[in-house]
């Protein structure tokens, strides 16, 4: 489930051998409290999804210990996240029928696992795997309502018969769907409508279902855009999102969080510069940050990351402009001056992707910008591990 911690000697930032993550515990709290705030507010379960972090770690702080409702995207992040005690799970990525075998295992352990599906061969798949292991496998159709990834349109004449071959076999849970068009809306009017629509796709897909007497217990949207615009959920019954928990430049370049709400960086090492081109190298490339440029598309392109020192303050037009395997390039932009970084130098790198970037480490070292600032190299509270399922 996790890898070894790093030896009890390391105190600061200063000492583990680079590149690793860092996740500051004072913002990850305060992201999750703004989250869990509003769906408060708004009256529905939040069903955070944990394929951010992976961690067993992270996911306690969202109901102080206490397992709670989670979305997945890979049935070993669903056994392992099981084997901790978590026993309320939907497996967020359309069922391939050789995986239905782990899903009834896990039924059989008394976890309630849900599936999801948008096509008849998938239902009729859940539903024999379901008669033939004589336990219920709760499905929920998925509802396309913007980016055409899976699902089906909230008025596509198949829905109907395929909530009949899962009701007839006990199966059918509900409806689900993500607004993944939300990560391209700029404004906040545009994400308000965003979330708008992804409600209204799939409280119409369950109002169509319901006419044809079928039953629908759960309705459930999300993504992290929508789920901070949303101002009316009603006829919705379970929240999701997941990136909000760490947050990233994607998010701070759309106006849904600010960069200093980026709970998760990675540290580097200046190794090396090449002043004929404007570059400072670092030892952390790709297999640092990942590949993720998810903030070529908008307005303020932030490279592969911004670059914050130790501490976090950022550095002044300073940006990861390019990556290798194991080298990043760091240069200046928009006229700023390049900075004397010494070889030996470490730094923070701010990702595009929080997702994908945690994706590359096997944990995370903890630090609590909540806590007075003893100096120039924050203290390492704890280390957190990530589980298996990446």
């Not at 951010?52 to 992270?58: F, H, N, P, Q, W």
Request: charged letters at 20%.
């Amino acid at each position: 489930m996790s890898t070894t911690a790093p030896a009890t000697h390391v105190r600061n930032l200063a000492d583990p051998g680079t590149p690793f993550a860092v996740v500051d515990v004072h913002r990850a709290r305060r992201n999750i409290a703004r989250l869990a705030q509003r769906a408060d507010r708004l009256g529905v379960t939040l069903r955070p999804h944990v394929k951010t972090a992976k961690s067993l770690d992270v996911a306690a702080l969202l109901y102080d210990g206490t397992p709670c409702p989670v979305t997945v995207s890979t049935l070993a992040e669903a056994e392992a996240f099981a084997d901790a005690g978590y026993t309320d799970i939907t497996y967020a990525v359309g069922i391939d029928p050789h995986k239905l075998p782990r899903v009834i295992a896990l039924l059989r352990r008394g976890v309630t696992l849900r599936v999801l599906l948008d096509s008849t061969e998938q239902a009729t798949s859940v539903a024999d795997a379901a008669r033939e292991a004589g336990i219920a496998v709760p499905a929920q159709i998925e509802i396309d309502c913007d980016g055409h990834r899976g699902g089906l349109r909230p008025d596509a004449p198949g829905l109907v018969g395929i909530g009949r071959i899962l009701h007839e076999a006990g199966c059918l849970d509900g409806v689900l769907t993500h607004a993944g068009e939300s990560y391209f809306a700029h404004t906040a009017e545009e994400q308000r409508l965003a979330a708008k629509n992804e409600r209204d796709a799939a409280v119409a897909a369950a109002d169509t279902l319901r006419a044809a007497g079928l039953p629908v217990h759960i309705v459930s949207v999300g993504s992290t855009p929508t789920a901070h615009a949303a101002d009316d959920l009603t006829g919705v019954t379970e929240l999701r999102a997941g990136n909000y928990v760490f947050f990233d430049l994607v998010m701070a370049g759309l106006g849904v969080c600010d960069l200093d709400d980026l709970a998760l960086s990675v540290v580097v090492t200046v190794i090396g510069h090449r002043p004929e081109y404007g570059w400072i190298i670092t030892d952390g490339g790709w297999m640092a940050m990942s590949r993720d440029r998810g903030t070529s598309a908008q307005p303020q392109d932030q490279g592969y990351g911004l670059v914050a020192d130790l501490t976090g303050r950022l550095i002044p037009g300073l940006v990861m402009t390019g990556a290798s395997q194991e080298h990043g390039t760091l240069s200046a932009r928009d006229g700023a001056l390049l900075p004397d970084l010494p070889v030996g130098t470490r730094l923070r790198i701010l990702p595009n992707h929080a997702c994908a970037t945690a994706a590359q480490h096997h944990g995370y070292h903890v630090v609590d910008g909540g806590r007075p600032d003893d100096g120039p190299t924050p203290a390492i509270q704890g280390v957190w591990n990530r589980v298996s399922g990446w």
